[in-house]
């Protein structure tokens, strides 16, 4: 699409009216700029800046944030995130998701939840959510999708920050099973799961390791294996 701040009422009009591709391209642009801050005056800014610059490598990083900002700008806008974008945001990762669309099935747990409002049928919607996250997921690890075992354990480990609160249930044996699953069928990733499964044996009975890991590569053989 071309900007999501002059663009953005037609391609959700085109995503509701069934045209995937539109719906992709809005998918990718509210991705990319729901956390942007980024607007003219930042951009004039640094142009600013950098005319009185005279250290070379400073030079360097202005003129890579410079270029940062001209892109961002040109996806984006300077429309304010607002209400009307989440939402499209959540209906648009939804029906790609319904239509089998892998990227928009391993988004949607991170951009499909419901923003608490209050309203008395909340936790319904906020329930379907996690039917439907889960059943995505399920679903790629079942044709093979690798990448959705880490998407699956990382639904099922603590929120990163203290205070905050997850829609999954918090469970360390399935979240150690699906990330053990997934550097049995990522052997190119097994560096970086290290860490992250010695955290979760540390929750865990050496009993419980063992039955996990044989879930694991029961789960492994089914996808892809």
Request: net charge negative; with cysteine.
């Amino acid at each position: 699409m071309g900007n999501l701040g002059t663009d953005f009422d037609r391609f959700l009009a085109m995503s509701k009216a069934g045209d995937t591709r539109a719906a992709k391209a809005l998918l990718e642009a509210l991705t990319r700029c729901r956390n942007s801050s980024v607007s003219q005056r930042n951009l004039l800014n640094a142009r600013h800046r950098l005319e009185k610059e005279t250290d070379s490598r400073q030079r360097d990083a202005l003129a890579q944030q410079i270029e940062f900002h001209q892109t961002i700008l040109s996806w984006c806008g300077e429309a304010e995130w607002s209400p009307g974008r989440r939402d499209a945001l959540r209906l648009v990762a939804r029906q790609l998701a319904e239509s089998g669309d892998s990227e928009a099935r391993l988004r949607y747990p991170s951009i499909g939840q419901p923003e608490y409002d209050g309203a008395p049928d909340f936790d319904e919607r906020r329930a379907e959510f996690v039917s439907d996250a889960t059943r995505y997921l399920a679903e790629e690890i079942s044709a093979g999708n690798s990448n959705a075992l880490n998407a699956m354990a990382q639904a099922h480990m603590p929120p990163p920050v203290e205070g905050m609160t997850t829609p999954f249930t918090v469970d360390p044996g399935k979240a150690y099973t699906y990330y053990y699953a997934f550097a049995l069928t990522s052997p190119e990733r097994n560096g970086s799961m290290e860490s992250i499964l010695a955290q979760l044996e540390g929750k865990l009975s050496p009993e419980e390791i063992q039955t996990y890991r044989r879930e694991a590569a029961r789960i492994a053989a089914c996808c892809g294996k």
